[in-house]
């Protein structure tokens, strides 16, 4: 689908979409409880669903009572193999395998092709030595044995999605387990929004040093009864306008969140000067949006950035390419990005969403303010699929139609 994009003066209220990053969390932590647990403030995204189907393929109920989700969870029986399917979503991948691993004998996982080719390479270097074997083919990964205790090194510099699915499945396991992650550690806040879900689910993880963790076995989960708070990742495109000029009040934010990416506001701050750096090793995400503000206004070096490319699409290669069509050159290196400072312009052809969200919702701030054309839209679906609706909402003039 294609978007064509109007400047117009923007301002408005909205509340901000709940975080898919507690979501997911809370959803695995209800299937893995005994009893019923409640998620308010539930909106439907592809990576939500995705993490419905999968653990209801552990053996989990779930319903929808308006924007609230009942999860009947298993407690502490053994679920059958099964297939999980992961639709397009990383973290949903990432999480399953170890909690698979813990209550099936054999799991398959299924997915989209660029899902698979960005593998799961940390856990076929661990878990084989903990008694689980990691076969990969081009549509699915395939996993065969129950995972064991024992202490799990994982590389900090990798995604964080690694270390989470570790902490949901090791209080399931008959012995007490470590794990240890090897500096540098990047972004050590999702880990905490995992911890933070934990302890409300009733699992005590300790700290005994920093970024190690001691992980009791024979833990059991406790039912939830939560509200999902406010996304800081996507509300960053708004807190984007409003420095490009609009005016958007957002509600429903938790200013002192334990989420990463409520650095989003400082970070365009320090972009409202020239020469700024900023790193983004702890908030990778922002990323596309923190290039598309810099390119509108005085360019910025960006450190951290290496994660980019294992993302839906390679971040940092696909944005360099979009923002030369806004007449802004970008250098791409090994560990940086370096946006040119350059005065923007409608795009010389159609923006090109590249089937990834952040980079659709990216491009859409610098067309808010050049007007122009986006195809692909219909990737927000993944986590946001009522961004355009919003964007509408605070008076952003857009129309789509088929490409």
């Not at 949901?168 to 550690?185: M, N, T, Y």
């Not at 429903?252 to 990463?260: A, F, K």
């Not at 409202?272 to 509108?296: E, H, M, Q, S, W």
């Not at 990005?337 to 052809?349: M, Q, R, Y």
Request: proline share 4%.
């Amino acid at each position: 689908m294609i978007a064509t994009i109007t400047p117009s003066e923007l301002k408005g209220s909205l509340e901000a979409v709940p975080s898919k990053s507690f979501l997911h969390r809370m959803l695995i932590c209800a299937a893995l409880a005994e009893g019923e647990s409640r998620i308010s403030n539930y909106v439907k995204s592809e990576d939500i669903l995705a993490s419905i189907d999968c653990i209801e393929a552990l053996g989990a109920k779930v319903r929808e009572e308006g924007d609230t989700l009942i999860v009947e969870g298993i407690g502490g029986a053994y679920a059958e193999p099964a297939v999980f399917p992961c639709r397009e979503s990383g973290s949903t991948l990432r999480f399953f395998i170890p909690v698979a691993a813990a209550k099936c004998t054999a799991a398959e996982f299924k997915g989209s092709e660029r899902l698979m080719e960005r593998g799961v390479g940390i856990y076929e270097d661990i878990l084989p030595a903990k008694g689980v074997k990691i076969k990969k083919a081009n549509s699915s990964i395939v996993t065969d044995g129950r995972l064991s205790h024992g202490c799990f090194e994982v590389p900090g510099n990798i995604s964080s999605q690694y270390i989470t699915g570790l902490l949901f499945a090791l209080p399931l396991l008959d012995g007490d387990s470590e794990i240890r992650v090897i500096p540098p550690v990047e972004s050590r806040a999702y880990i905490d929004i995992t911890l933070a879900v934990l302890k409300k689910a009733g699992i005590q993880i300790t700290e005994t040093s920093k970024n190690v963790f001691e992980i009791k076995g024979n833990s059991k989960y406790m039912p939830l009864n939560e509200r999902a708070e406010g996304d800081w990742s996507n509300a960053a495109f708004f807190y984007a306008m409003n420095g490009l000029g609009a005016r958007i009040d957002l509600w429903g934010l938790n200013p002192e969140s334990v989420q990463g990416d409520r650095i989003c506001i400082e970070n365009f701050k320090k972009l409202d000067k020239a020469g700024a750096t900023v790193d983004i090793n702890g908030c990778i995400d922002l990323g596309p949006v923190l290039f598309a503000y810099a390119a509108a206004k005085n360019g910025g070096r960006f450190t951290g950035t290496e994660r980019l490319r294992i993302k839906e699409s390679n971040r940092a290669e696909v944005m360099a390419r979009e923002l030369e069509k806004f007449g802004v050159e970008t250098e791409v290196l090994e560990t940086e990005v370096l946006v040119k400072d350059g005065k923007i312009h409608a795009p010389i052809e159609a923006a090109d969403g590249h089937n990834d969200h952040r980079i659709v919702m990216a491009l859409t701030v610098l067309l808010a303010v050049t007007g122009g054309k986006l195809t692909g839209i219909e990737a927000v679906k993944k986590s946001y699929p009522g961004f355009f609706d919003d964007m509408r909402r605070v008076g952003l003039n857009v129309e789509i139609g088929q490409e």
